[in-house]
């Protein structure tokens, strides 16, 4: 079945770690690809996306991430992480791009508790 | 610029009740989405809309699910009667449009709770 997989469910980390967090998915085509966060008691929202061009995106808070087609990845880094970064993280895939329709499909998420 | 807005924000009900939730999406915002969450998962599409036409509920429970979006602005999703495998959070986006891989902006959510 078409999905989207994170890789880790729990991660934990001390401040000033690197971070990667995984993201595959088994749709073939034109895809958009989005990380959504969603920090304690509030709700989702978008961290960064890709459409096309530059495979490697940057988004708010020191965020990036990398569109490996031949992989079908598109993993979240940050270089130094942050106690605030505590949160639940989703990637997410719309699989209609080239259909120019606008769906997305989330990954189970990853939460990501940092200690200072 | 006010968000998406949710209500109620938590709801507890006895199995075989019906329940309602609302959502008001952002002004302008033509696309309008419901989600439901389950615990440990990310969320899952239930139904989008384009103005006032429902244009993707393949994955909406008919049985007992229905929604609608009068005049194309603010919507309600409807379960009657709920069941225990109900208890999720309840999530309504909304996008400016539906062009592939804009972004669709959360509400935070409404928490059934089925007993």
């Known amino acids: 079945a078409q999905s989207v997989s994170q890789h880790n469910h729990h991660v934990i980390l001390s401040e000033a770690a690197s971070l990667e967090l995984g993201c595959n998915y088994s749709y073939g085509g034109t895809v958009n690809l989005f990380w959504y966060v969603q920090y304690p008691g509030q709700h989702l929202q978008l961290l960064l996306k890709?459409?096309?061009?530059?495979?490697l995106v940057k988004g708010i808070k020191g965020f990036e991430a990398e569109f490996i087609k031949s992989k079908f990845s598109f993993n979240l880094r940050k270089p130094s992480v942050q106690w605030s970064d505590t949160a639940e993280y989703f990637c997410?895939?719309?699989?209609?791009?080239?259909?120019?329709?606008?769906?997305?499909?989330f990954g189970a998420g990853t939460r990501l508790a940092v200690h200072p | 610029e006010a968000g998406v807005v949710q209500s109620p924000r938590y709801k507890i009900i006895e199995k075989k009740q019906p329940v309602a939730f609302w959502c008001n999406p952002i002004s302008g915002h033509n696309t309008l989405y419901w989600y439901r969450q389950n615990l440990g998962q990310g969320p899952e599409l239930l139904i989008r809309y384009e103005n006032e036409e429902a244009v993707d509920d393949s994955q909406l429970p008919k049985d007992r699910f229905s929604a609608e979006r009068l005049k194309g602005v603010d919507s309600t999703l409807k379960i009657q009667p709920a069941e225990l495998g109900d208890s999720a959070v309840y999530l309504c986006?909304?996008?400016?449009?539906?062009?592939?891989?804009?972004?669709?902006?959360f509400g935070p959510g409404t928490r059934l709770t089925v007993l």
């Open positions: 997410a895939v719309n699989p209609g791009a080239s259909g120019g329709y606008n769906k997305l499909i």
């Open positions: 890709y459409f096309s061009g530059d495979p």
């Open positions: 986006a909304s996008s400016l449009d539906s062009t592939g891989g804009v972004e669709q902006f």
